[in-house]
């Protein structure tokens, strides 16, 4: 639910930002989105995963055997989710254009499957730039930078989208950074509880 609303804003920054490009422009602003949504659901997932199962277990090496785990399995379905729906975009503005002679853009397949790629890639480096505090540092002192760096990121993020989408970059920021904590807070709540119950 978190990532459908940061794609919603992200898919509006993009069709306004596509309303006024032609061409190469558009293309890449396209590129963009994939690398928006890979980032944001990397970013939400795989911070309440590390924080949740640091909280759980204190154990450095299970932190990052399953935030590995988590990343690459969210990478690709985030892959395949975002290639799915945007075929199935794609088909429709098709439709559109033949059916009903609208002067929509089409994706073409080859934008659909680089930005499906470039959404795998985007969420795999969300995780190991998560995961990176674990290699250095004690647990408790990687759990709080890496909430730092996640946070932060989704900030940057937020406010990056907020500038393309003409509205203001600070409240952008932080409603991303704001699911990015909500996301954090419930798991570790949920660590607890199972901690309560073993």
Request: glycine share 10%.
């Amino acid at each position: 639910m978190q990532t459908q609303y940061i794609y919603c804003l992200w898919l509006r920054a993009f069709e306004g930002k596509v309303s006024k490009t032609t061409g190469n422009s558009s293309e890449e602003s396209y590129r963009l989105e994939g690398i928006a949504f890979g980032l944001a659901d990397g970013l939400i997932m795989c911070l309440g995963l590390i924080i949740g199962v640091a909280e759980a277990t204190s154990q450095t090496r299970l932190v990052m055997i399953t935030g590995i785990i988590g990343g690459f399995a969210n990478a690709f379905g985030n892959s395949i989710g975002f290639f799915m729906s945007q075929s199935a975009e794609r088909a429709l503005q098709i439709h559109e254009t033949e059916d009903h002679g609208a002067t929509t853009r089409i994706h073409s397949q080859k934008e659909v499957f680089i930005n499906s790629v470039l959404a795998f890639i985007s969420t795999i480096a969300a995780t190991l730039v998560l995961l990176s505090p674990f290699m250095f540092l004690l647990m408790s002192q990687a759990t709080i930078l890496t909430f730092i760096i996640g946070t932060t990121t989704a900030f940057i993020l937020g406010s990056y989208i907020g500038r393309t989408s003409h509205e203001s970059p600070y409240k952008t920021g932080l409603k991303y950074a704001f699911l990015a904590i909500l996301g954090a807070i419930v798991a570790h709540y949920i660590a607890e509880s199972i901690q309560l119950l073993s």
